[in-house]
């Protein structure tokens, strides 16, 4: 996985999603918020992970339901 912001940032991050233990789904969720391009080169924002390290599972499931209900109204 790589990651936006600095080395320190991105080693801290790294480290936070391999103890963190999230689904699939959920860390596609995260990479989601890097934009469409950082996602598809596999670029996940640093700083969303240390800034929710303490409930990333949770935060991921909650940006999983907000695209999900964006989705929705654009249909």
């Known amino acids: 996985m790589k990651f936006t912001g600095s080395v320190k940032q991105a080693a801290w991050a790294q480290k ?27 670029v996940m924002d640093a700083e969303i ?8 599972a949770s935060y991921a499931d909650a940006l999983g339901r907000m695209y999900a209900a964006r989705a929705a109204r654009q249909h």
């Open 49 to 56: 992970v240390i800034q929710n390290r303490d409930g990333l």
């Open 16 to 42: 936070i999603l391999a103890a963190s233990n999230l689904t699939r789904e959920q860390v596609e969720n995260l990479l989601r918020w890097a934009g469409p391009e950082a996602a598809a080169r596999g």
